[in-house]
């Protein structure tokens, strides 16, 4: 069953439209500046009488990031390159915008007062402390950083128990997991399918695989998305993410967890119920209705968002993921089998090799055998502090570049 209870939700719970407009939620934007970060400002620029953009944050991206402030007028901003602040501190000041650097700021603004929902939108290991700051902070979140899941599950899950917080998740698949089960809580869950697209080699050889450049797996056939997600979803290890995250989002074990390919991409994932009942979320790829749907829930806001007309997907297909050429789906199985460290070894070499990849140091079918010994190399924990995450981490990756 799952973890967390929407109906626990405190401010939005059995609210009508006309008074959610009255609410006005101020969300603090982790990541604004990246993919989900624009889509979900593009969210807020539609709904401007249901949501603002109480803070938002980049790691570089200066420009961007003075752009948004300028056109969203936060209460705070931060960019967590310190080299960046006094551009823009400069460029921000006549609008009376507090401006913040450095990566602990992104802890503290989540904490802040005139803060009612964070989107935790940034890429990879570096969301851990600051969604544990906001789920302390008692913050609900609106989780995109699957990664936060994948390296320390039990501690965020609990974290999250013991504050009373609600976790919403952001990626299609989870999301839509969350909408199948509206009303089915109580029902008991047999299995999930989360659907993959399969990703721009889907059906490739192995001898093709030794091929591929980082241009041809940056060309995903469906979504756009940033540059680390979209080698992960070429690999499968997007996919192999998803896995340990909906483990502790929704408390199935590994044997309640199916992955199909499903190149369409228009059922995003499928709930099955104990008499056999199937239920599946559909749409047409568009990050910016689960984003919303986190944003506004229980409540389901109007979009102009396009709309899926059956005749233009006259079949829709399935089939089994191979394991063998896409070996990181089966690590990611493997490492929530492990439970313990092991998904943060997994994640952080993950990180490493992708890095090495986007710049040409290692080739693709390389990726997957360097998480693989690293998974075999470095020391297990079978329990771990959020100090041993980080150690783990950080040894993780010094092996990994060896390797590289």
């Known amino acids: 069953m799952v973890r967390w209870n929407p109906g626990q939700s405190k401010r939005l719970h059995g609210v009508s439209i006309n008074k959610f407009s009255d609410l006005k939620k101020r969300i603090a934007i982790l990541g604004s500046t990246g993919s989900i970060g ?20 980049a790691q570089k991206n200066a420009d961007l990031l003075i752009e948004q402030a300028i056109e969203f007028k936060p209460d705070s901003v931060v960019i967590a390159d310190d080299k960046y602040y006094h551009k823009v501190k400069l460029a921000l000041d006549p609008l009376d915008i507090k401006v913040y650097s450095g990566t602990d700021a992104l802890s503290q603004v989540v904490e802040l007062d005139n803060v009612d929902m964070v989107l935790a ?21 609106a989780l995109a ?16 128990k013991e504050k009373g917080v609600n976790l919403y998740p952001v990626d299609s698949e989870h999301s839509a997991i969350y909408q199948c089960l509206a009303g089915e809580f109580h029902n008991v869950l047999e299995k999930i399918y989360l659907t993959a697209s399969g990703g721009p080699f889907r059906g490739m050889t192995i001898d093709q695989l ?5 241009a041809d797996a940056l060309k995903h056939p469906n979504w756009t998305m940033g540059a680390k997600v979209t080698i992960d979803s070429a690999s499968l290890m997007n996919k192999g993410l998803e896995v340990i995250e909906a483990h502790w989002l929704f408390g199935l074990k590994a044997e309640q967890i199916d992955v199909i390919v499903h190149p369409q991409s228009i059922v995003h994932s499928i709930v099955q119920f104990s008499d056999g009942s199937m239920k599946a979320q559909m749409g047409l790829p568009d990050m910016k209705l689960p984003i919303q749907y986190a944003f506004s829930y229980p409540v389901r806001l109007t979009s102009d968002f396009k709309r899926f007309n059956f005749i233009d997907y006259p079949q829709l297909t399935f089939e089994k993921p191979n394991l063998e050429n896409f070996r990181n789906l089966a690590l990611a199985f493997h490492a929530l089998k492990k439970k313990g460290n092991m998904p943060c070894i997994m994640n952080a070499a993950n990180e490493e090799v992708v890095t090495a990849f986007l710049l040409g140091k290692i080739s693709f079918l390389d990726m997957p055998s360097i998480i693989e010994r690293c998974m075999e190399k470095m020391p297990f924990m079978e329990k771990s ?6 150690n783990t981490d950080r040894e993780t990756r010094i092996f990994a570049t060896s390797i590289i």
């Open 121 to 141: 939108a940034l890429v990879g290991f570096a969301g851990l402390k600051p969604t544990l700051k906001a789920i302390d902070a008692g913050k609900p979140i």
């Open 385 to 390: 502090t959020l100090e041993d995450y980080i």
């Open 38 to 57: 624009t889509q979900a400002l593009d969210v807020i620029r539609q709904h401007k009488d249901f949501f603002t953009a109480e803070v938002i944050t």
């Open 210 to 214: 030794k091929n591929v450049t980082k």
């Open 145 to 160: 950083n699957k990664e936060t899941l994948v390296v320390a599950g039990e501690l965020i899950t609990n974290a999250a």
